[in-house]
């Protein structure tokens, strides 16, 4: 699953920088932002260690910033950035209990709205993806991001070529509920983390010089 999320980034990113009129790459790209989220709440809830797990998060979103600048030039902040604050958000929820559901309510929405208002990459779209995968269980989590996907894409400026990443979304869910003691072989850990920052330096630089 880790490695089908790097492939189709990479595709993605490639298809943004070098071949923009190719459609195709970008609705390949779609399925690799679901998978990321997916991940991210997976390790933050396996974690031993919440405290290193996001100064290492911030850490990756540092590093692919200027790669990521001049990958694509734009000065948006990249998507790691979104996971990152993200993290926060439900590290923040799930220190509050129920009673304080209508706090939590309101950080979500100032997290989301801080996402958008910084440029975030997917903004509050991304934020509210990684609470679907966190706060949603079993088949329901397609449902779920359907639902959220449809309401950006009618009225949050998507381009509906977002629909696609739903399949991803399918492709974990069915995977839990019918695989759920499956080992998928994963790929290194200092590749997982590296990937980001470094296939967005190479493509940087490959636009510099050419």
Same mark, same amino acid.
């Given at each position: 699953m880790q490695w089908l999320a790097m492939i189709t980034m990479l595709t993605d990113h490639l298809g943004y920088a070098f071949f923009p009129d190719? /459609?195709?790459?970008?609705? %390949?790209? /779609? %399925?690799?932002?679901? %998978?990321y989220c997916y991940f991210l709440v997976l390790g933050y809830q396996r974690t031993r260690n919440v405290r290193k797990y996001t100064i290492r998060l911030l850490l990756i979103a540092a590093l692919s910033q200027l790669p990521f600048m001049y990958a694509f030039d734009i000065t948006n902040l990249n998507v790691v950035c979104t996971l990152f604050i993200s993290l926060l958000l439900m590290i923040v929820i799930d220190k509050l209990s129920l009673k304080y559901f209508p706090v939590s309510l309101l950080l979500i929405l100032i997290v989301g709205w801080l996402a958008d208002q910084l440029h975030m990459d997917y903004g509050m779209y991304g934020v509210l993806l990684v609470l679907v995968f966190r706060y949603t269980t079993g088949y329901w989590v397609i449902v779920a991001h359907l639902a959220l996907t449809v309401v950006f894409v009618l009225f949050g400026g998507f381009s509906d070529i977002q629909v696609f990443s739903v399949l991803a979304t399918a492709l974990i869910a069915i995977h839990l509920n019918l695989y759920p003691k499956t080992k998928l072989y994963s790929p290194p850990r200092w590749i997982w983390r590296s990937f980001y920052p470094a296939h967005l330096a190479i493509i940087a630089i490959i636009r510099l010089v050419f």
């Amino acid at each position: 699953m880790q490695w089908l999320a790097m492939i189709t980034m990479l595709t993605d990113h490639l298809g943004y920088a070098f071949f923009p009129d190719e /459609r195709y790459l970008r609705v %390949i790209g /779609r %399925i690799a932002f679901p %998978i990321y989220c997916y991940f991210l709440v997976l390790g933050y809830q396996r974690t031993r260690n919440v405290r290193k797990y996001t100064i290492r998060l911030l850490l990756i979103a540092a590093l692919s910033q200027l790669p990521f600048m001049y990958a694509f030039d734009i000065t948006n902040l990249n998507v790691v950035c979104t996971l990152f604050i993200s993290l926060l958000l439900m590290i923040v929820i799930d220190k509050l209990s129920l009673k304080y559901f209508p706090v939590s309510l309101l950080l979500i929405l100032i997290v989301g709205w801080l996402a958008d208002q910084l440029h975030m990459d997917y903004g509050m779209y991304g934020v509210l993806l990684v609470l679907v995968f966190r706060y949603t269980t079993g088949y329901w989590v397609i449902v779920a991001h359907l639902a959220l996907t449809v309401v950006f894409v009618l009225f949050g400026g998507f381009s509906d070529i977002q629909v696609f990443s739903v399949l991803a979304t399918a492709l974990i869910a069915i995977h839990l509920n019918l695989y759920p003691k499956t080992k998928l072989y994963s790929p290194p850990r200092w590749i997982w983390r590296s990937f980001y920052p470094a296939h967005l330096a190479i493509i940087a630089i490959i636009r510099l010089v050419f």
